[in-house]
């Protein structure tokens, strides 16, 4: 039954139409989470015991490194199913990831460059998790250089499919680089497998700002798929009678 749906998931007037249902209602959970996770964290969380209220800039920082991670794995397995099964829309998730996953990773770097200069002294060090988080961001531009450098968009896919496998390599670099070597970075507090070492009034805005930034991602590869698909698709029929429609 899951196959069957994905099956039909993967046809691109079927996800068209799906996804174009979907994103009102993910632009309001997006909202919702958003004003809570924001509002617990930057006005209910109490100050930090050490940081003072400096700390609270993880609530933008850890989600958005949490999603260059994530968007990375997202972006190898879709072009993993791509290489393997040949699917269209797979090929399309791949490289759609490529440009929000690159802002995230910025992102993780520009706010732990903020958060690095107070707590120590500098805006940036070489260290074992920046490093890797940089060379991840150079991994997400090299793929988007590579698409768009290749003119037949299929061939494209296979290589930055390719290119993005052999990325993979720096994911759990980037996790465990914290715990393999004595960094300046501060350890997991979070994803710990015993219990986190954060108060649960901080732990709970961040994690939701954590599925705040998941949703984003989600409305965001919609949008980005959708255009990528009428592109791809311009010379078929469901795209003519969609642009009829409107």
Request: charged share 15%.
């Amino acid at each position: 039954m899951i196959m069957r749906f994905l099956h039909k998931f993967s046809s691109p007037p079927y996800f068209y139409a799906i996804s174009g249902r979907m994103l009102p209602w993910l632009s309001a959970l997006l909202l919702g989470l958003l004003a809570y996770g924001l509002y617990g964290g930057l006005v209910l969380a109490p100050a930090d015991y050490q940081q003072g209220d400096s700390f609270r800039i993880i609530y933008v920082h850890v989600p958005a490194a949490w999603m260059s991670l994530f968007i990375y794995m997202v972006m190898a397995v879709s072009g993993a199913i791509a290489l393997v099964w040949r699917i269209k829309l797979a090929e399309i998730v791949a490289i759609s990831s490529a440009p929000i996953g690159a802002g995230f990773t910025f992102l993780a770097l520009a706010t732990g460059s903020l958060w690095g200069k107070p707590m120590w002294g500098a805006w940036w060090v070489w260290d074992a998790r920046l490093t890797s988080e940089l060379i991840l961001l150079f991994l997400y531009l090299g793929v988007i250089g590579l698409y768009g450098a290749i003119e037949d968009k299929r061939a494209a896919s296979r290589a930055v499919a390719i290119l993005a496998l052999v990325g993979v390599v720096n994911i759990p670099i980037i996790h465990y680089s914290v715990e393999w070597w004595n960094t300046l970075h501060q350890g997991p507090t979070v994803t710990k497998f015993d219990k986190p070492s954060i108060h649960v009034d901080m732990l709970i805005p961040l994690l939701a700002m954590a599925v705040a930034f998941k949703v984003y991602y989600a409305i965001a590869l919609l949008i980005r798929c959708r255009n990528e698909l009428l592109l791809r698709e311009q010379s078929n029929r469901w795209v003519d009678e969609i642009l009829e429609q409107r």
